[in-house]
């Protein structure tokens, strides 16, 4: 069965510091997204991408944050200077439709330090 | 922007016991979805529904859109089933993408 997948699955960066955080979506999907869950928190969206261009973003999605699709398969998320605030678990999912189920990654888990 | 709060926070039941989440929000949604957050934390779509009731093998999902309420049971519940089960509705009401998550309830079902 056709998966989310994500890299790294935990990624250690230190304040100030650039990451990028991977997502391959479900190959036949259109619509992409970005979730956080900062730890002991509720799940909260971040953006939402398709053909190329981000459709909707949260208050959270500043700056410092950027969307891509560099090319036919991968969705990445990059935080241009980290903050302590940014630790948290990132979740990728993606949809076939806008208004399709959302498959969801495992997750990337961010630790700032 | 849509508010969506979760009953019980916590629960506890055993093995054969039917189990009953509820879910509101206060803003009108196309549809109201219900995921299942495992004790890893990986996260999994159960339900997408915008009417009446859905059901995949023991999980039920029910939705009434005049009162803004959801519920989810879970029938003849399996120390399996536990991990936490979150409720997310549109922000806006309209949009799918810009999700509105619930805190979870947290179930946990003893052998």
């Known amino acids: 069965e056709p998966e989310v997948t994500q890299t790294p699955s935990h990624q250690v960066t230190q304040m100030g510091q650039e990451v990028i955080l991977r997502c391959v979506p479900i190959s036949n999907h259109l619509y992409f997204y970005w979730y956080r869950q900062i730890l002991g928190q509720k799940v909260e969206f971040l953006v939402s991408?398709?053909?190329?261009?981000?459709?909707?973003k949260s208050e959270i999605f500043d700056d410092q944050f950027s969307v891509e699709r560099p090319d036919g398969s991968n969705f990445t998320l990059k935080i241009r200077s980290t903050k302590l605030e940014d630790s948290a678990m990132y979740f990728c999912?993606?949809?076939?439709?806008?208004?399709?189920?959302?498959?969801f990654g495992p997750g990337t888990r961010l630790t700032v330090l | 922007k849509n508010e969506v709060e979760q009953s019980p926070q916590n629960l506890t039941a055993q093995e054969g016991e039917f189990i009953t989440i509820n879910c509101s929000y206060s803003v009108g949604i196309s549809a109201l979805h219900w995921l299942q957050q495992h004790p890893g934390g990986g996260i999994v779509s159960l339900f997408m529904?915008?009417?009446g009731k859905k059901k995949h093998g023991r999980l039920i999902a029910t939705i009434n859109i005049q009162e803004k309420h959801s519920s989810l049971h879970i029938t003849a519940s399996h120390p399996r089933d536990s991990a936490v089960y979150i409720c997310a509705a549109p922000g806006d009401g309209g949009s799918q993408g810009n999700l509105i998550f619930g805190k979870g309830t947290k179930l946990s079902v003893k052998p």
């Open positions: 991408f398709y053909n190329n261009e981000i459709s909707e």
């Open positions: 529904l915008s009417s």
């Open positions: 999912a993606s949809s076939v439709g806008y208004s399709d189920t959302q498959y």
